[in-house]
């Protein structure tokens, strides 16, 4: 049974079907391509909703099928193949065992380059494994973990998420040496997944990378805004509240549709229970969020360069760039030679402060900081 939440917009994590909007055909796509042996590449920008369908089908193919194991592992804080280790072994090592001991037994037998260790989480009071890797014993581990898991003979779906970080580690061929284990791994399939698009169809459709068409492809889009408005109207009205139509397709269209933003706002809206639902309401929340922010984005605008950020400014003005380079655009901001906008660019998109839309035009990657930025600032120059 659903726990029942004193807030059902979620700002991040799963709870249940009961919190989660739509994606029933997205979700029954990839259970479909699991069940039947494909691994798959899922793609989409940042905030629009990936890991919560991937997490959506993990609970989906769970409640079909509870003998089947599921591991989400988010490879964003990673660096180099010593992180992807760590938190590949920790997340694979123990699942595929009936109890924490018995699977230290086996770790303890089977793996040469861990150092294995129990401890009781002092919230739960239950054991959990520790893991310490020897250093340089990397590779030989990872191949042992992926052994363990062919071994085992168990049905597995394991989701790699922010996968593209893999070709920014320092070390040179993971790629190869990931797919060499992975393509005769038959009981365990996988999803690779991230939000920048142009990396994964580089990894995954380019003849010269290891992962070649190893892949089906499956890129997801926007909830609807009929299918969106549905679902969070019916929570407002268990609140013996009504959210107006026109107030969230004013939301809904101000943030394209994307989820996390959609729900940190009908979030506040739902948390002031006594308001009814305006469009004043709606833009007191968004200020609310702002302010809330106003010393993580000062600090943001501090530690780059002003060239860049003023960069910056000026397509929060703008709101969309489709042109970035075009004189009427360089000189209405008084920005500097177009090679110094393409440098200021470049390193904006690499460092996720900037992002290109599907149709070309460019955007403040947080649509929060961007409204910040120009809300807080007349004119770029």
Same mark, same amino acid.
């Given at each position: ?47 629009? &909703? %990936? *890991?919560?369908? @991937? ?10 099928? !509870? +003998? ?84 085992? &003979? %168990? *049905?597995?779906? @394991? ?10 580690? !320092? +070390? ?84 394209? &549709?994307? *989820? ?100 070309? &035009? ?20």
């Amino acid at each position: 049974m659903d726990a029942v939440l004193e807030n059902p917009f979620l700002v991040s994590g799963y709870e249940s079907p009961t919190y989660f909007c739509d994606r029933k055909k997205e979700a029954e796509t990839l259970t479909e391509m699991l069940r039947n042996g494909r691994n798959v590449t899922l793609t989409s920008p940042r905030r629009i &909703g %990936k *890991t919560g369908l @991937i997490k959506h089908t993990f609970h989906l193919l769970k409640t079909q099928s !509870p +003998e089947i194991t599921t591991i989400y592992i988010d490879l964003f804080p990673t660096a180099n193949l010593s992180d992807f280790t760590q938190v590949f072994a920790s997340a694979v090592l123990g699942q595929l065992d009936s109890s924490p001991v018995k699977a230290l037994r086996k770790i303890m037998d089977f793996f040469k380059g861990l150092r294995p260790s129990m401890s009781i989480d002092e919230v739960t009071g239950k054991p959990v494994l520790n893991l310490d890797i020897a250093r340089g014993s990397e590779s030989s581990t990872i191949g042992q973990v992926f052994h363990y898991l062919k071994q085992s &003979g %168990k *049905t597995c779906f @394991i989701a790699f998420d922010e996968f593209q970080q893999i070709a920014n580690y !320092p +070390e040179t061929n993971v790629e190869a040496l990931l797919r060499s284990y992975m393509q005769d791994l038959h009981n365990v399939q996988f999803i690779f997944s991230g939000s920048q698009s142009h990396m994964l169809q580089e990894m995954f459709l380019s003849p010269k990378r290891p992962f070649y068409l190893s892949t089906a492809v499956m890129t997801i889009e926007t909830i609807p805004e009929d299918t969106y408005y549905a679902f969070a109207s019916s929570f407002f009205q268990k609140q013996d509240r009504t959210l107006p139509e026109d107030v969230f397709r004013k939301l809904y269209q101000r943030y394209e &549709g994307y *989820t996390w933003y959609l729900q940190m706002i009908l979030n506040r809206i739902y948390a002031k229970a006594q308001r009814p639902i305006d469009e004043a309401l709606f833009h007191e929340c968004i200020r609310d969020i702002l302010e809330e922010n106003e010393y993580y984005y000062q600090h943001l605008i501090r530690i780059y360069p002003k060239g860049q950020m003023k960069l910056v400014k000026a397509i929060a003005k703008e709101k969309k760039v489709k042109e970035i380079t075009a004189g009427a655009f360089i000189a209405k901001y008084d920005l500097t030679a177009t090679s110094s906008v393409k440098g200021a660019l470049k390193r904006m998109l690499d460092e996720e402060i900037v992002y290109q839309a599907p149709d070309g &035009g460019y955007l403040v990657y947080d649509r929060f900081f961007g409204e910040w930025l120009d809300s807080r600032f007349a004119n770029p120059r």
